[in-house]
């Protein structure tokens, strides 16, 4: 049996396609549905597809004598459309599929890369990197959080003005020069530009979409402060030792020699898994307000000094265990700053989880949206360079300001 021409490219061109499907990744219903469609309206079966015979009458009404460039060019304008149409089911329709609806605003997949990728510059630009899985998560809840914050803001008087944005932007990408340098202004804003529009293209942003962001952080630090009016600056304190074991951890020979008298410090080196800092200090926190360790403030304020607390297991690090002592306590000291910034930021995410309550927020987001957006942002793996820390950071109690 002699097989036809058109039946021939048929087959070479669904197995071609096929071959794609498995080894392209484009193995989506959308694409097999497309091309189906296609085989169909052009060079598929009979019934009602493009074959020979109408491919004569096509032929001779243009006229056309030489048949192999009609059909070289009819197959190449098929191979086009389906490589098209993969391409923007894989690149272009996911970019554009909603992520995140906050009330009646939306904001799609490409809207949270741009946010990543802005994050993931400024990581680079600082000489470190993010973790895409961590980072993921936390833009996601930003974006949220960020929408709400702007919904909110003009009826509590928070504004961000354009005057504002742009000495912010200026003062981030302004070129920096020598003391003894005098450069002229048009020099200057010239070598702004480029600075800033550099920074735009490597991170795919136009400049609208960079002081949106841009805003959104103003924004959201502008509300932690108002938010943390409402922090006092004196209250209660107590200074804090802490001393972290594992539950199989010889913990009864530990309390043994706390009881015996033995300074807390000599057992916090011997027993404790805690970070190297708070081993080399001893155990040694400093002074704590409520709302720095929220999740142990009932065990801490309670404690008589000098007293060993029962044991407490670790909310962010089970199964381990804590043990504190208290050495002091103050009912009125004065808040130092750091921990002051703390529990604003503290205040901020409360008031948030108690806003977000009114709005109607809808997150599209599952393992499927995970895995392309790491793929987009195609992170190195490279370890973070050691900076200098707050002694919070150091003791692993400061959080990082969320954007």
Not at 4 to 11: A, D, E, K, P, Q
Not at 50 to 61: A, V
Not at 78 to 86: H, N, Q, V
Not at 366 to 378: A, C, M, P, R, T
Request: hydrophobic fraction near 40%.
């Amino acid at each position: 049996m002699i097989i036809s021409l058109h039946t021939f490219l048929f087959i070479i061109i669904t197995t071609f396609s096929i071959f794609l499907s498995f080894f392209n990744g484009y193995s989506n219903a959308y694409l097999i549905n497309s091309l189906c469609f296609i085989f169909i309206i052009t060079i598929g079966a009979s019934h009602g597809a493009f074959d020979k015979s109408k491919g004569k009458k096509i032929l001779n009404h243009f006229k056309i004598k030489c048949t192999f460039v009609f059909y070289f060019l009819y197959i190449s304008t098929i191979f086009t459309i389906i490589l098209s149409t993969g391409y923007v089911i894989r690149y272009v329709v996911p970019q554009e599929k909603t992520i995140v609806q906050v009330g009646e605003s939306k904001f799609k997949r490409s809207d949270m890369l741009k946010m990543l990728r802005v994050k993931q510059k400024n990581a680079e630009m600082a000489g470190s990197t993010i973790k895409s899985s961590e980072e993921i998560f936390k833009s996601l809840q930003n974006m949220i959080e960020n929408e709400i914050i702007d919904q909110v803001a003009p009826s509590l008087g928070i504004s961000v003005s354009q005057e504002q944005l742009d000495i912010y932007i200026r003062d981030v990408f302004m070129p920096k020069y020598n003391s003894d340098e005098s450069p002229d202004p048009v020099q200057i804003e010239r070598e702004f530009r480029e600075i800033f529009n550099n920074y735009l293209n490597s991170v795919g942003l136009e400049e609208s979409e960079y002081k949106k962001f841009t805003r959104w952080s103003m924004l959201r630090e502008q509300m932690r402060q108002y938010v943390g009016e409402s922090v006092p600056k004196v209250s209660e304190q107590v200074y804090l030792h802490r001393l972290m074991v594992m539950p199989d951890d010889e913990i009864d020979i530990m309390k043994k020699k706390f009881n015996d008298g033995v300074p807390f410090e000599y057992i916090v080196r011997e027993f404790s898994k805690d970070n190297e800092e708070v081993i080399r200090r001893g155990g040694e926190i400093g002074w704590i307000p409520k709302g720095i360790f929220p999740e142990y403030d009932y065990i801490i304020f309670d404690l008589e000094p000098n007293l060993l607390s029962v044991e407490a297991q670790s909310i962010k690090n089970p199964p381990l265990l804590f043990f504190f002592m208290i050495t002091e306590k103050d009912p009125a000291r004065k808040i130092d700053q750091e921990e002051l910034e703390q529990l604003k930021t503290k205040a901020l995410n409360d008031w948030l989880n108690t806003k977000r309550k009114e709005f109607n927020v809808q997150a599209t987001f599952n393992s499927e949206v995970h895995d392309w957006l790491s793929k987009q942002l195609q992170v190195s793996s490279l370890e973070k360079p050691k900076e200098k820390k707050s002694r919070l950071q150091e003791l692993g109690v400061l959080q990082d300001k969320e954007d």
